[in-house]
C-alpha cells in the first residue's frame, strides 16, 4: 500500500498550485482519501475529505471556497486545487487513506495509511 504525493513547490501568494496523491495496493473507491497539512510549529490538521463511494466532500473553513478536491478514480489519484494561496497555507500536505468511511469524516486517530507530505510555501 502506497500513498504518494506530488505538486508541492514554492509560489506567490495569490497563485495556484495542485497537488496530486496517487494511491496503490488498495481498492481505491472503498477509502475514504483525506488532505491534511501541518505548519511549522503547529499540529496537524484536516482540510478536506472525500468519502468512500460516493464521493462526498468535506472542506475545513480555513479553505473552503478556494481549495477543491477531487478524484479520478481510473487513477487511483486525488488532487488538491488550491487557489488564491496565502502565506498561512504554508505548511507540509499529507494525504491519507481510510476504509469504509463513507461518510466522509476522515478523523486522523482512524487514517490507515499516510503519505510522506509535499511542501508548499507561499511567499507574501
Known amino acids: 500500500v502506497q500513498l504518494v504525493e506530488s505538486g508541492g513547490g514554492l509560489v506567490q501568494a495569490g497563485g495556484s498550485l495542485r497537488l496530486s496523491c496517487a494511491a496503490s495496493g488498495f481498492t481505491f473507491g472503498d477509502y475514504a482519501i483525506g488532505w491534511y497539512r501541518q505548519a511549522p510549529g503547529q499540529e496537524r490538521k484536516e482540510i478536506s475529505c472525500i468519502s468512500s463511494g460516493n464521493r462526498r466532500l468535506y472542506y475545513s473553513d480555513s479553505v473552503k471556497g478556494r481549495f477543491t478536491m477531487s478524484s479520478d478514480n481510473a487513477k487511483k489519484t486525488v488532487y488538491l486545487h488550491m487557489n488564491s494561496l496565502k502565506p498561512e497555507d504554508t505548511a507540509v500536505y499529507y494525504c491519507?487513506?481510510?476504509?469504509?468511511?463513507?461518510?466522509?469524516?476522515?478523523?486522523?486517530?482512524?487514517?490507515?495509511?499516510w503519505g510522506k507530505g509535499t511542501l508548499v510555501t507561499v511567499s507574501s
Open positions: 491519507a487513506a481510510d476504509l469504509g468511511d463513507y461518510n466522509g469524516d476522515c478523523w486522523e486517530s482512524a487514517m490507515d495509511y
